[in-house]
């Protein structure tokens, strides 16, 4: 059975939207900038931020995505194996991301006044400088089956739109809640939104380690 078989769209949009969201959760330097434009400069100008930020991980998606089909029949072997490393892969992630600190990220606020496409070329470049991001999608990847080696380029597609999807899911939310309660946020919020991020990526990645151990295939 090939991998398209395995797979249906319906799946591959869950697995996506799900990828789209633990990327752009966690509240690193792009995510405080975010925060910081929606608190200061309204709503929209917070939710272009994570637009150009989506976009920035897209590209790295697409890179980890289209090196790791290179792989295709270690990745059909070693499904098993993947999911596992992928799960230790998240789970290091999760703690890294529990005991940071994104408060300290948080810069002053200046006068200086810019236009959309300013703010959106800044949180571009802001997030493209952090390469690093590959290894976490390397992670998601494996853990999720995600790489998709022999398949129609729609179906790909499909895929990484899905993983853009849930993104902007994500910013579109954060934003509108923080846009919400603005006169009431404190910094302390930052920290406090990325320990609840980081503990529900380390009971998720605990979570699908025992089961890939206990049962021996992905729940996905």
């Known amino acids: 059975m090939n991998w398209i078989e395995q797979v249906t769209v319906l799946e591959l949009l869950v697995k996506g939207v799900i990828i789209g969201v633990v990327v752009s959760?966690?509240?690193?330097?792009?995510?405080?900038?975010?925060?910081?434009?929606?608190?200061?400069?309204?709503?929209?100008?917070?939710?272009?931020?994570?637009?150009?930020?989506?976009?920035?991980?897209?590209?790295?998606?697409l890179l980890t995505g289209y090196g790791m089909s290179f792989m295709d029949d270690f990745l059909a072997k070693n499904q098993t194996l993947l999911q596992i490393i992928g799960s230790i892969m998240l789970l290091a992630f999760g703690i890294y991301t529990f005991r940071s600190n994104p408060v300290q990220s948080v810069r002053p606020v200046t006068v200086k006044k810019g236009g959309m496409l300013s703010y959106f070329i800044s949180a571009f470049f802001v997030t493209l400088s952090n390469p690093l991001i590959?290894?976490?999608?390397?992670?998601?990847?494996?853990?999720?089956?995600?790489?998709?080696?022999?398949?129609?380029?729609?179906?790909?597609?499909?895929?990484?739109?899905?993983?853009?999807?849930?993104?902007?899911?994500?910013?579109?939310?954060?934003?509108?809640?923080?846009?919400?309660?603005?006169?009431?946020?404190?910094?302390?919020?930052?920290?406090?939104?990325?320990?609840?991020?980081?503990?529900?990526?380390?009971?998720?990645?605990?979570?699908?380690?025992?089961?890939?151990?206990?049962?021996?295939?992905?729940?996905?």
């Open 25 to 61: 959760a966690p509240m690193g330097p792009v995510g405080v900038l975010c925060l910081q434009r929606t608190l200061n400069k309204g709503r929209w100008v917070g939710f272009i931020t994570g637009l150009a930020a989506s976009l920035s991980d897209i590209t790295y998606a």
């Open 134 to 220: 590959i290894f976490l999608f390397i992670g998601l990847f494996a853990r999720f089956s995600f790489v998709m080696p022999g398949s129609p380029i729609g179906f790909q597609l499909e895929g990484y739109a899905a993983i853009l999807l849930g993104a902007e899911l994500w910013w579109f939310g954060l934003t509108y809640a923080v846009n919400k309660v603005r006169k009431n946020f404190k910094v302390r919020g930052i920290w406090v939104l990325n320990r609840i991020i980081g503990s529900l990526v380390i009971l998720g990645s605990v979570a699908s380690f025992v089961y890939t151990i206990v049962l021996g295939n992905s729940i996905y």
